[in-house]
DNA sequence: GTTGACCTTCCAACCGTCGGAAGGTCCACC
DNA sequence: GGTGGACCTTCCGACGGTTGGAAGGTCAAC
């Protein structure tokens, strides 16, 4: 099949799915007697493992892990399971971090009435009169 | 004050502190007869100000708008509680997703007895034999 | 006069995804 | 045989925000 075929079979774009074959993440596909890449079942099986992995939010890195180990038929599940819990950590610390600044932002929308008066709390707040502040990992703010 | 000073002062590097008058975020620093750049306290409160939206996760265009409104003595607190509101509400729907990856990680591993042989419930699920899937806002997953 | 800390500008990288340009190919329909 | 539209190709850019480095100018102390 086809490259769009594949997307919409493995839920990949088509786009992703050349950018995956670019920094080597799948295989260079097969081409037909025209240019086009040819996919066949396995190879949407492995997409379908990517898209998965990157919807439970497994970097590009820690997908190139478990592809390794997955395609390694005397793995030891011992290792799957470290990354896994791992990345679990990992989850969980975001978490903490971004329940921290939304408890904190909650606490300053609490103390603004909304009332449309200039005076405001939150405001305040920022400036530095107060914010415990959940100091994230360097980078990668909201959502 | 130099950036340098600057920066110290207010948690923001001098790198960032250039990038953020690049993109209009603080005005242009006046220059002394040398090119460098000059800072007052205001200046670093501002960046503070900055520094301190950032590390509660609101974006650049976020705090484009919360700077707006602190330097306006007019303003209305309702629309900075209406922008806080809405931001915690994104840091929540964005944990509410992380939490789901989390949960369903953490079924996988424990289904998974890490005895050190091939057999991986974990890779099974990332196959699609399961993993509901969190199905993230696309883009930025991990931390 | 030299060292070193500071400043300047510019260019590129990280991560993952998407948009678009400019062109080639396939296939169905007329 | 021609035309249109869906598909494919490569390449280059952007978005978050931050960081790194190069290559050079300036200022202080010693």
Redesign the pocket.
């Known amino acids: 099949?086809?490259?769009?075929?594949?997307?919409r079979a493995s839920g990949?774009?088509?786009?992703?799915i050349?950018?995956?074959e670019e920094?080597g993440l799948v295989p260079r596909?097969g081409?037909?007697?025209?240019?086009?890449?040819d996919y066949d079942g396995a190879d949407v099986h492995r997409l379908r493992f990517i898209r998965r992995s990157?919807d439970l939010g497994?970097?590009?890195?820690?997908?190139r892990d478990l592809l390794r180990l997955w395609s390694d038929t005397e793995r030891s599940n011992a290792e799957v399971k470290a990354i896994a819990s791992a990345h679990v950590a990992e989850l969980e610390h975001r978490i903490d971090q971004l329940r921290d600044m939304a408890r904190t932002l909650h606490h300053l929308a609490d103390a603004c009435d909304g009332s449309g008066r200039p005076d405001c709390p939150i405001l305040k707040g920022l400036e530095g009169k107060q914010v415990p502040a959940a100091s994230p990992s360097?980078?990668?703010?909201?959502g």
Chains 1, 2 share one sequence.
């Open positions: 099949m086809r490259i769009g075929e594949a997307a990949v774009s088509a786009k992703m050349r950018h995956y920094i596909a081409r037909g007697s025209n240019a086009y890449r990157r497994f970097s590009i890195g820690r997908i360097p980078g990668e703010p909201p």
